[in-house]
């Protein structure tokens, strides 16, 4: 199995333009915060002393979530590609069992999300920096560390299950090319979550990539939300949070970091589990 992840991680690095397609859409993202976005929501806290790092640390903790998802997805490719010139029909015919082809699948994709959103963290903390904002402590960097690792982890298992459905490289690549356009929004990056009808906010909240921006936006945003609300009421500063995404109301109830973290591992446990049985139909 080790040469097989190998393998599929020299493949998708090698192709440059596999890197930078799977990397689209945080590309697009920061491209409009950058034209736009970003002096737009940054005219709400002109005067306020650490207005310009949280807006700064909500945007990036938003594309430090969404990078797990479109890099997985985008070394899934290989995938598609093996079945595309029958090249897993040449791996099924030696003693190479399906299961162990599959992880190596899964294998190599998890460790091309966690790579990705890494040098997405370095590329994010020194843009922060130059903008005037701090790095992240140590102990505030271990707990995004968490997050991104549980994140990766439940993207590979949910966009392996959600692959494996595709019969065609043209239906993968319009998943691809949705998911890219998509994923902005179901994460509260290119519209606020509070900003949006209750029905698209219950999507939201839905979306599993969507606990990990919230958990990532509350770590991040933590020191400069401190300096922006000094002496605000604390229903003010609760009125924010839901607004930008960074506390998740449901059913009138405030959603904890604890609850968020259990339902990414439980997303994480029943894709693993319908991996698992897809694959040990295909045996059968």
């Not at 701090?134 to 102990?139: D, E, G, I, Y």
């Not at 179901?186 to 519209?191: E, S, V």
Request: aromatic residues 12%; hydrophobic residues 55%; positive net charge.
């Amino acid at each position: 199995m080790r040469a097989l992840v190998k393998r599929n991680l020299l493949l998708f690095f090698r192709d440059r333009a596999a890197v930078f397609f799977s990397l689209l859409g945080v590309f697009v993202i920061i491209g409009l915060y950058l034209l736009f976005l970003g002096d737009v929501m940054k005219s709400d806290f002109r005067g306020i002393e650490g207005g310009g790092p949280l807006v700064d640390n909500w945007i990036m903790a938003g594309v430090i979530a969404v990078t797990p998802i479109t890099t997985v997805m985008g070394a899934m490719g290989n995938m598609i590609d093996d079945q595309r010139f029958k090249i897993s029909k040449d791996f099924l015919s030696s003693p190479v069992k399906r299961s162990t082809l599959a992880t190596g699948y899964i294998a190599s994709s998890f460790i091309i999300g966690v790579v990705m959103t890494l040098v997405t963290i370095v590329l994010a903390e020194l843009y922060i920096v130059v903008n005037g904002g701090a790095l992240l402590t140590t102990s505030a960097l271990g707990k995004v560390l968490a997050v991104v690792f549980l994140n990766c982890l439940s993207a590979t298992f949910m966009l392996f299950f959600v692959v494996s459905l595709f019969r065609s490289a043209s239906a993968y690549s319009t998943a691809s090319t949705l998911i890219g356009t998509l994923i902005g929004f179901l994460t509260g990056i290119y519209i606020p979550v509070g900003s949006l009808p209750a029905p698209i906010q219950t999507i939201i909240k839905v979306f599993p990539p969507s606990h990990a921006a919230m958990l990532i936006r509350r770590i991040m945003m933590e020191p400069a939300e401190t300096m922006a609300f000094a002496g605000v009421p604390a229903s003010e500063l609760l009125r924010f949070r839901l607004i930008m995404g960074v506390s998740f109301d449901l059913g009138g109830r405030i959603i904890s970091w604890w609850e968020s973290t259990l339902y990414l591992l439980c997303v994480g446990v029943v894709f693993f589990l319908l991996s698992v049985w897809k694959i040990s139909r295909k045996q059968a």
